[in-house]
């Protein structure tokens, strides 16, 4: 069995020899520079370990891999162009380096591009894994717009925010472990498993991005702290924070949601200690773990010698273990 770090190895080196020869080169140039922004790679690697499970050598389904890199990579072109966003991992957005026309075609053939790279696979699971993946590509655009309609809403509960992150998040880390136990020919049950077990893996991944967005170190996470907060995004923690608040912290919080202007450094630091009387961070940890731990017992249940399971297991722990 290969490790997760071989294995990253393996899908960055077949990202960089993805070739880009078709004309307008114009067209093209805007997608291979997002793929060359690096980023962790979690969907590959997740689909080679989830292979790797039932069978060796998951380089035989590196192409279908790298496709479900490039349709993450679509989605995020899109996102930062409908939130306007400067920077991706710390380069200029595509919409700011071109202009939004270019990062909408070069979007859409980004997707394209996607679908043709999945397709790559052995002719018997064709079906099934283009199947899976439509299903998961249309509840992502689900979720994207739960997230958009969540924004003009001060109601949203908790429910319908783990919702929006199951699909906007979770499915996609789900479906390429599907994907690879597919193409591994393992037992429905055992697909199904692993198809649970990213689910929960990724609801825990999203929960703890929102924590670290106010409790992190912002040099290690990569972004400044408290972006969530100054954007009134509605995250586990503000919904939590807004529904078991007393009636004068409720209030506190309410002016710094519904303030037009403000000084960013003392929103963030007003709405986190509210959160820290309130007591938000331990229990977005309880249902981080909550999460997790559903995860771990389902990966527990998929019917392959314990042993093998060690490099999946290792690789979703340093998922939830990153640097505060």
């Known amino acids: 069995m290969l490790t997760s770090d071989e294995i990253l190895k393996k899908v960055n080196e077949g990202l960089n020899a993805l070739p880009y020869d078709r004309e307008p080169a114009s067209l093209y140039e805007p997608i291979r520079y ?17 292979y790797n499970l039932f069978k060796e050598h998951p380089e035989h389904i590196l192409m279908p891999a ?10 995020l072109l899109h996102d930062d162009l409908m939130d306007n966003a400067d920077l991706r991992r710390g380069h200029q957005t595509v919409h700011k380096k071109w202009d939004a026309n270019k990062a909408i075609l070069s979007g859409d053939s980004m997707l394209v591009l996607a679908y043709q790279r999945i397709a790559q696979c052995d002719a018997a699971h064709l079906p099934q894994v283009l199947s899976l993946f439509t299903e998961t590509a249309l509840e992502i655009g689900e979720g994207q717009e739960y997230d958009m309609t969540f924004e003009t809403r001060n109601d949203v509960t908790e429910d319908e925010y783990i919702e929006m992150i199951r699909l906007k998040t979770s499915v996609l880390l789900a479906c390429a472990l599907k994907i690879g136990a597919i193409l591994a020919d393992a037992s429905e049950k ?9 689910e929960k893996i990724g609801l825990a991944f999203q929960l703890q991005d929102d924590q670290l967005d106010v409790y992190g170190d912002s040099a290690v996470f990569g972004k400044a702290i408290g972006g969530d907060i100054t954007s009134n995004k509605k995250t586990y923690m503000l919904i939590n924070a807004v529904n078991r608040a007393n009636q004068e912290q409720r209030a506190e919080l309410m002016r710094w949601i519904e303030a037009k202007e403000f000084n960013r450094q003392e929103k963030v630091a007003a709405v986190t200690r509210l959160y820290d009387e309130i007591g938000i961070r331990q229990l977005c940890e309880q249902k981080i773990n909550f999460y997790f731990e559903q995860g771990k017992q389902l990966l527990e249940q998929v019917n392959v010698p314990s042993d093998r399971k060690e490099q999946l297991r290792r690789y979703t722990n340093e998922m939830m273990h990153r640097e505060r």
């Not at 055992?190 to 990213?198: E, R, S, T, V």
């Open 190 to 198: 055992d697909a199904d498993l692993l198809y649970q077990f990213g």
């Open 34 to 50: 997002v793929l060359s922004l690096g980023g962790k790679r979690i969907r590959p690697v997740l689909m080679l370990l989830g």
């Open 66 to 75: 790298l496709g479900l890199e490039t349709y993450h990579n679509y989605t």
